[in-house]
């Protein structure tokens, strides 16, 4: 199972909306509504921040928005904020009942 | 509150074993599916196993198929890596997840146990 694919780095000023993208295919991203996506900081360990291509948790902040379409899902941060510079991840459940995540992509602030 | 702790990282050569625990507390272990996920230094995260919450159903990345194996002990409040035959890309944080539903997403994270397989 190879890796979904995210741009490696992504960039923005404050206030300013940035979108990362994560591309799999018909039988992952593309045959099931389980996308999530996952924050970093660096040192620390992953952060849920999307579940089912674009539901938030509670406690996560209503500036992080998730969608799909297609084999393409994107997660898209709106009014960068400096505590928002980390690495992202998303992952999928696939139709071998296996999980497969993203190359990972860093946002930069 | 929701915690996972693992434990059992290091230092080993080629080919020798190592087991990795994960202590799980304020939830109800035994009704949770749960997975283990790694990170080698300075690069992604990948996928390795999952257990349901029966210990019943396994599923694990080709990567380590027939090298690691995962179980449970819900007397113990407790999941486990057995990893053997271990080669230099086995070297990762390891980290034990809560999967919230089977099929679902990865909703509680521990911290994380650093293995390093070098000769």
């Known amino acids: 199972q190879s890796a979904l694919t995210q741009p490696p780095s992504v960039s923005g000023s404050p206030g300013q909306s940035v979108t990362i993208s994560c591309t799999g295919t018909?039988?992952?991203?593309?045959?099931?509504?389980?996308v999530s996506w996952y924050q970093q900081p660096p040192g620390t360990a992953p952060k849920l921040m999307i579940y089912?291509?674009?539901n938030r948790p509670s406690g996560v902040p209503d500036r992080f928005s998730g969608s799909k379409s297609g084999n393409t899902a994107s997660l898209t941060i709106s009014g960068l904020q400096a505590e928002d510079e980390a690495d992202y991840f998303c992952s999928s459940y696939t139709s071998s009942s296996t999980y497969v995540f993203g190359s990972g992509t860093k946002v930069t602030v | 509150q929701v915690q996972l702790v693992e434990s059992g990282g290091g230092l080993v050569k080629p080919g020798e074993s190592l087991r990795l625990s994960c202590a799980a507390s304020?939830?109800?272990?035994?009704?949770?599916?749960m997975t283990w996920i790694r990170q080698a230094p300075g690069k992604g995260l990948e996928w390795v196993s999952y257990i349901s919450s029966s210990g019943s159903s396994i599923y694990y990345a080709d990567s380590v198929k027939g090298r690691f194996t995962i179980s449970r002990d819900s007397a113990e409040n407790s999941l486990y890596l057995q990893m053997n035959s271990l080669r230099a890309e086995d070297t990762a944080i390891y980290y034990c997840?809560?999967?919230?539903?089977?099929?679902?997403?990865?909703?509680?994270w521990g911290q994380g146990t650093l293995v390093t397989v070098s000769s």
């Open positions: 304020g939830f109800t272990f035994s009704d949770y599916y």
């Open positions: 997840a809560r999967l919230i539903r089977p099929g679902r997403y990865f909703d509680y």
């Open positions: 018909s039988s992952d991203v593309g045959r099931y509504n389980r």
């Open positions: 089912e291509v674009s």
